[in-house]
């Protein structure tokens, strides 16, 4: 009632266009800006995404996101890393290196661990802010799939060569007497010297002086199984030496893993083998240095499965610079003269996850119900 009446003379309509204006809806798409925020938790990672455009600009974080034990960090984030290592240390495409977080940026609202445009990451090219692209999302090789670099040091695939495909150059695999190459388990693998040669990895002592968190892998079968021979080895033969060593002694059934730090002599843990059958074995490190309580117990995994773990209660290193300069393969363990080992996918990498990403990184498997499926 009361705006009909002022309708009916000039100066109402005027005061009733006033007031229209007044609540009149605003639409400005070159103004509009909305910031949110949020935190939780409590931890040391951050990510951001922004994103703009010509109706405005919308800026998110997320700050103080949560790592579960399996190395996935949660919270906002798909960058990952390791919840269960024990150390302190960087995030790069997923793996705990011991050093300073880089993250890196994020695209789209969310961290890949790099700095790649997602649209662009996998084309096979290396556009800007991508460390690597190799055209696939493999995670066992020297690219991660959101397109950082691995830090996978040396790699012997053993296809019918000893050339070292990861990041470190040089580093061939060397023997007096060539390895002859057979069937492996993924393409060709080497079979060991018949000789009675072994086969080096040169200069791994100095690599994993520089990684001293470092993961070492590698498929093995042998068939027969003979007793007194190494399968790897990286203990000079001294009695003040340090490093560590897996062989069968007088039982071919057993691989027994032994390991010397700055105090000497740790312990000696066994595992079970089986001949004409492949397994995998794998060497999980936690170092952070080659100072006094800078070491880590030693893990050893058989197909994905903790076996066995070497402990280190003083936290001595166990790589110094009293250890084997190359690391041995094919070796001898008492009065054995020939081994009967063949040796595919040796991995070396500078870095170490947690279960569910070494499943996928280095054994290649797929981590369900906190079990590994081996490839």
């Known amino acids: 009632m009361t705006h009909r009446a002022c309708l009916r003379n000039a100066t109402c ?29 409590t931890s040391s990672s951050t990510s951001s ?19 579960d034990g399996s190395g996935t960090t949660t919270g906002g984030q798909t960058g990952t890393t390791d919840g269960t290592a024990g150390s302190s240390g960087s995030t790069t495409g997923g793996a705990s290196t011991g050093g300073s977080s880089t993250g890196g940026s994020s695209t789209g609202g969310s961290s890949t661990g790099g700095t790649t445009d997602g649209n662009l990451c996998g084309n096979g090219t290396v556009d800007p802010g991508e460390e690597c692209d190799d055209g696939n999302d493999d995670p066992t090789d020297t690219c991660f799939p959101n397109c950082v670099e691995a830090p996978l040091l040396v790699w012997y695939p053993f296809d019918g060569d000893n050339v070292n495909y990861g990041i470190e150059p040089g580093h061939d695999a060397q023997s007096p007497g060539a390895p002859s190459f057979t069937t492996g388990k993924v393409g060709m693998a080497a079979k060991c010297p018949s000789n009675g040669d072994t086969i080096l990895v040169p200069g791994l002592r100095d690599l994993l002086l520089a990684n001293p968190s470092f993961t070492i892998a590698m498929w093995v079968r042998e068939d027969p199984a003979l007793a007194g021979v190494s399968l790897f080895d990286i203990h000079a033969d001294n009695v003040n030496a340090t490093g560590f060593q897996t062989y069968h002694g007088n039982d071919p059934s057993v691989f027994n893993t032994c390991a010397w730090g700055t105090s000497g002599f740790l312990e000696c843990q066994s595992a079970p083998a089986t001949e004409a059958t492949w397994h995998q074995i794998v060497w999980r490190y936690a170092g952070t240095g080659q100072g006094a309580g800078e070491g880590a117990v030693l893990d050893v995994f058989v197909d994905g499965k903790l076996l066995a773990t070497i402990a280190n209660p003083a936290k001595d290193p166990i790589v110094t610079d009293t250890s084997e300069a190359d690391g041995v393969l094919c070796g001898f363990w008492g009065n054995a003269t020939e081994a009967n080992f063949e040796i595919d996918e040796v991995k070396v990498w500078g870095a170490v996850w947690g279960p569910a990403l070494q499943c996928e990184i280095v054994l290649g498997g797929t981590w369900e119900n906190n079990d590994c499926t081996l490839p």
């Open 13 to 41: 309509l005027a005061l009733a266009v006033l007031l229209g204006a007044c609540f009149e809806d605003v639409d400005d798409d070159s103004a509009g800006s909305t910031e949110t925020s949020s935190t939780s938790s």
């Open 49 to 67: 995404s922004t994103t703009s455009a010509s109706s405005g600009s919308t800026s998110t974080s997320t700050t103080g996101t949560t790592t």
